[in-house]
């Protein structure tokens, strides 16, 4: 662990993260933005942060000194976070979570340089788990900052005052982070980042899976800069089979209903009676019930049909989801309520471990041998383009017919997007078009290597 310690800063740096990751959407409705404003909020991480994970994770690849774009990248997000609070309206609030997420997109190619350049390619696997080992659990002790925050500080100076508070308090966390690691980070070997083969630091991402925050948050920069790196749009359109090109399709569907789901949520909660730290509380149950749940997930890849076990947890999401409304609307914030709440988000986190596992393997089945890097990119920029249009229609949808009807719409599309899963035979088979079963960890296991 000794060579991991400068990692502290960047797990520092995801608590700022996982905090405003719902700090902002709350923020929003207590400005008075309606279940729109969410979804365009929801929508902004995804579609404007997409072309902005790209566009920095190519600059930062190149610069001479990645240090330095760390710590500008941390030191812009605590610029942003600190900002915010003295924001009044909800259309200024969108501008700034656009920045938020473009600074903080600037970071993660570099950092995944940083942890591979000098140690041996074997080692890599175990490098990257590291760096994302911190910055997932960094990003869940944001949201139990969130909870002990709104708990304690919340309760002395009531909810706009505590969040605006909490603004504050996670634009310090980022910049102490900022300046941890511009004293902790390792210089790396230059000729050793000159000779990396980037395309195997990209197949080493692509073998893993979604870390803690994806249980609740889906655009993740990292993954989508290393898995887009190589795309070639119309050498893929020529030699992608009918089968993965209807997977993509139920890829899509699925995600557009978890996004659709989560964009008006925090409102949801909110008017139910869902006090702060609850809301933050819910969320935290739905991230570390995913976390616990990878490696069971990851055995029951390796022992049953992949595409039933997909298409099962894609329907607990979809009736789970849904439920959430039902559950709300009968019981609201009392103990029963909580209860039955922290239940169904529970369900969701271990139904997304399983989705998250299997996905990947799904696609390398799937894809002619030689482009399963490239159908793995496609894979994880369809997703993020759905995650961006669900967000859109899941705050259209409860703003014009309610929280019931947007819930149970996200609960149908994710069904449409599992009866394809379902339909497809050839997920069932061990091995994809022209070679080996290679969507797993090191170990053989799926996605044993937590890879965001």
Sequence with gaps: MAGHRWLYGWGLGSVALGAASLLVPLYVVELGGDPVDLGLLGAVAALVGTPGALVWGRLADRTGDRRAVVVASLLAVAVVLGATPFLRTVAMVLVANALLWL???????VLTLLVVADVPETRWNTEIAALNGYGGYGWAAGLGLGIAWSATVGRLVGPAASQRYLFLACAATAATAAVLLRWTMPTPSER??????RDRVGRVLTAGRRGVRGATFQFTPTRLYWRT???APARMAERFTPTLAAYFLGAVLFFTGFSAFFAPLPLYLTGAGFSSDLVFGLYLVSSLGSA???????RLSGAYDLRLLQAGALGLRAV???????VGAALAAGPDGLLASGLLFALIGLAWAVIAVTGGTIVTRLAPASLRGEALGVYTALS???????SIAGGA????AGFVAAFGGAGAVIVA????????RGISQRTGAGGRDCGTGTDGAPGTDRTE
């Design 397 to 400: 949808l409860a703003d014009a």
């Design 384 to 390: 993020t383009l759905a995650g961006g249009l669900g």
């Design 229 to 231: 790196r190589g795309l």
């Design 103 to 109: 600074t903080f997109a600037a970071a993660g190619p």
């Design 192 to 197: 050793r980042i000159r000779r990396l083969d």
């Design 292 to 298: 616990a749940f990878y490696a069971g997930a990851g």
């Design 417 to 424: 997007g599992a009866a394809i899963v379902l339909a497809l």
């Design 320 to 326: 789970a989801m849904p439920l959430v409304a039902v």
